[in-house]
């Protein structure tokens, strides 16, 4: 029982064009959205978050987007760079104090 | 400024073995969480010590056992390996329990990996 499912396991875009990740949930207590970016060798590192209140969240190259009503989310990375080639993780929780429920995991590969 | 140290980084057991794994949090940090991440799967919420008291736990059997120390740092113990064991167990820390926003400021280890024959 996937409560954050992440259907696309890798994903190859070009230098300077766009990356959109996506992610869908399923248990509509969840409220609090981040996204965390993964190296070999390395720990996860927190990205991007977004709560239910808001449909959208930007930082510099990255935006995240959510919609409520399909259970869904993305990112956008806007320009790609290969320093971005990673495992990119969905992660959900619910109000209070509840553990974060993570996606498989999406590997982005930027080509130069 | 030390982030988030975990050893050993690599570990072999065999099954029906015990194993120990240990985490130093950030410094300034004083809550742990330890995750389980399966080949091709995302981390999974093992369980969470504040105050060296378990403060949460998912949905992990009692093999799974932990121990957090008056310095903050903290140890997973697995009694009994079974193959499925086999993972990267990643620790991370934070200040207080994170609630809310507060999962923005949880910093992962590297993960110790841990492969059971």
């Known amino acids: 029982d996937q409560q954050v499912k992440q259907n696309s396991p890798s994903l190859s875009v070009q230098e300077g064009r766009i990356s959109i990740l996506n992610c869908d949930y399923t248990n509509s207590m969840f409220d609090y959205f981040l996204w965390y970016k993964k190296y070999p060798a390395e720990g996860p590192t927190f990205l991007i978050s977004i709560s239910s209140i808001k449909d959208k969240n930007e930082d510099g190259r990255f935006t995240v987007f959510l919609n409520k009503s399909a259970k869904h989310l993305s990112l956008h990375i806007v320009p790609s760079q290969p320093g971005d080639s990673a495992v990119y993780f969905c992660a959900a929780s619910a109000s209070g104090n509840t553990p974060l429920v993570f996606g498989k995991g999406t590997r982005l590969s930027v080509i130069a | 400024d030390a982030g988030v140290t975990q050893s050993p980084t690599h570990l072999i057991k065999t099954r029906g073995q015990q194993v120990t794994l240990r985490c130093s949090p950030k410094?300034?940090?004083?809550?742990v969480s330890w995750y389980q991440q399966a080949l091709g799967q995302g981390p999974q919420f093992i369980f969470q010590?504040?105050?060296?008291?378990?403060?949460q736990r998912g949905n992990f059997p009692d093999r799974f056992s932990g121990h957090q120390f008056p310095n903050y740092s903290s140890e997973l113990n697995v009694n009994a390996l079974l193959l499925g064991d086999s993972a990267l167990y990643l620790c991370?820390?934070?200040?207080?329990?994170?609630?809310?926003?507060?999962?923005?400021?949880?910093?992962f280890g590297p993960g110790t990996r841990l492969l059971v024959l």
């Open positions: 410094s300034g940090h004083d809550t």
């Open positions: 010590y504040y105050e060296e008291e378990e403060r």
């Open positions: 991370a820390s934070s200040l207080g329990a994170p609630v809310g926003w507060g999962w923005e400021t949880q910093y």
